[in-house]
């Protein structure tokens, strides 16, 4: 069974920096690109970053570009979100993804970052 | 690139046929997916490659179009069928979505 468990959300004073994680099981996670998604509270899905599986392709929305770094380490079946310079605009469910080039077609449930003084 | 969905919100009843189309500015193929969000829940696909039915999609799900007009349809909607629908492009980056349809119920 696929499995996609994401930590590492709370609350973050603005301006501050925090790592989110993805545990991945139930397949082959270096044979897929991954990915972050993100909800404001009471907001459409806004897609953040993915990640090829060999790394060698990253993509940034324009509103984390700079501030946000993507990576993976396959062989502990993780993805990672870094995020600096986090304003009251970041704060959002932040879903990580597996999916290719046709759809993202696991999510977990989910981690909840939010970013207030 | 964005992708505009119509309409933001519908009301339909038990039954009834609903179509919600996703217009992209730029031709984007057939790299279209369309994604069912019931409340608290992670979002789910229902179709790949603009027409594709991901597996264990109910039949009543169809997708169609190609370049930069796409469309979901739902044949007879049914209770477990009132959510928010977006659309994702996928071809390249920004992998945008619409900004979402909700399906209300009548």
């Known amino acids: 069974e696929v499995q996609l468990v994401e930590s590492g959300g709370g609350l973050v004073q603005p301006g501050r920096s925090v790592r989110l994680s993805c545990a991945a099981s139930?397949?082959?996670?270096?044979?897929?690109?991954m990915h972050w998604v993100r909800q404001a509270p009471g907001k459409g899905l806004e897609w953040v970053s993915s990640?090829?599986?060999?790394?060698?392709?990253?993509g940034y929305a324009d509103s984390v570009k700079g501030r946000f770094t993507v990576f993976r380490d396959n062989a502990k079946n993780s993805l990672y979100l870094e995020m600096k310079s986090l304003t009251i605009e970041d704060t959002a469910l932040y879903y990580c993804?597996?999916?290719?080039?046709?759809?993202?077609?696991?999510w977990g449930q989910g981690t909840l970052v939010t970013v207030s003084s | 690139i964005q992708l505009t969905q119509s309409p933001s919100s519908l009301s339909a009843s038990v039954g009834d046929r609903v179509t919600i189309t996703c217009r992209a500015s730029?031709?984007?193929?057939?790299?279209l997916a369309w994604y069912q969000q019931k409340p608290g829940k992670a979002p789910k696909v229902l179709i790949y490659?603009?027409?594709t039915s991901q597996s264990g999609v109910p039949s009543r799900f169809s997708g169609s179009g190609s370049g930069t007009d796409f469309t979901l349809t739902i044949s007879s909607l049914q209770p477990e069928d009132f959510a928010t629908y977006y659309c994702?492009?996928?071809?390249?980056?920004?992998?945008?979505f619409g900004q979402g349809t909700k399906v209300e119920i009548k």
């Open positions: 490659g603009a027409s």
């Open positions: 139930g397949f082959s996670f270096d044979d897929y690109a």
């Open positions: 993804a597996r999916g290719g080039i046709e759809a993202l077609d696991y």
């Open positions: 730029q031709d984007i193929g057939s790299y």
């Open positions: 990640i090829t599986w060999n790394s060698a392709s990253i």
């Open positions: 994702q492009r996928l071809n390249s980056y920004p992998r945008t």
